[in-house]
């Protein structure tokens, strides 16, 4: 079978003035999560460090909530092709995930679309490919002319996507 293609993401949000704590560049303190596309999934690998511990060598579970919610967000950017907001986020901890790590995957997926609400699942996965947390996801959907307008999407879905990494 073949492994399907990789696509990287641009963020197109990052300007100046730009400062979300999970995909910010340029937030010293933030995630600074990169995505990327491969098959149904969107994708992004993280570096946990002990900065985003709970416990002692464990990630914190707001801190996992929010990369399962970011990984929504630009899957129904990628995927949905519009943006929205978090209606509903209900994450299962299924194991510790340790700070340790050299990387992390976390990925998600849409479920379905139904009129203007996107389900999503996501999940995070450890070095070792266990699952550590996973997460139902509603969005309510902008209309995509209105999150164009507003600028909560790009006018040209393709300057989502990096020419070359």
Same mark, same amino acid.
């Given at each position: 079978m073949e492994k399907p293609i990789r696509r990287y993401i641009n963020n197109v949000f990052a300007k100046d003035d730009y400062h979300c704590f999970a995909c910010s560049p340029t937030n010293e303190i933030g995630l600074r999560l990169h995505f990327f /596309? %491969?098959?149904d999934y969107v994708q992004a /690998?993280?570096?946990?460090?002990? /900065? *985003?511990e709970g416990y002692p060598g464990t990630i914190h579970g707001g801190i996992q909530s929010t990369l399962l919610? @970011?990984?929504g967000a630009w899957t129904l950017y990628i995927k949905g092709k519009s943006s929205g907001v978090t209606s509903r986020l209900q994450v299962r901890y299924r194991k510790q995930l340790e700070s340790t790590q050299s990387s992390v995957l #976390?990925?998600?997926?849409i479920r379905e679309i139904k009129r203007n609400l996107c389900y999503? =699942?996501? @999940?995070i996965i450890n070095e070792a490919? %266990?699952?550590c947390? %996973?997460? %139902? &996801? #509603?969005?309510? &959907?902008?209309?995509?002319?209105e999150a164009i307008e507003k600028g909560w999407y790009p006018k040209n *879905?393709?300057? =989502?996507f990096k020419l070359e990494q």
């Open positions: /596309e %491969e098959g /690998e993280w570096k946990p460090s002990k /900065e *985003y919610d @970011e990984i #976390v990925r998600g997926k999503i =699942f996501a @999940e490919g %266990e699952l947390a %996973e997460a %139902e &996801m #509603v969005y309510f &959907m902008f209309p995509q002319k *879905y393709d300057d =989502f």
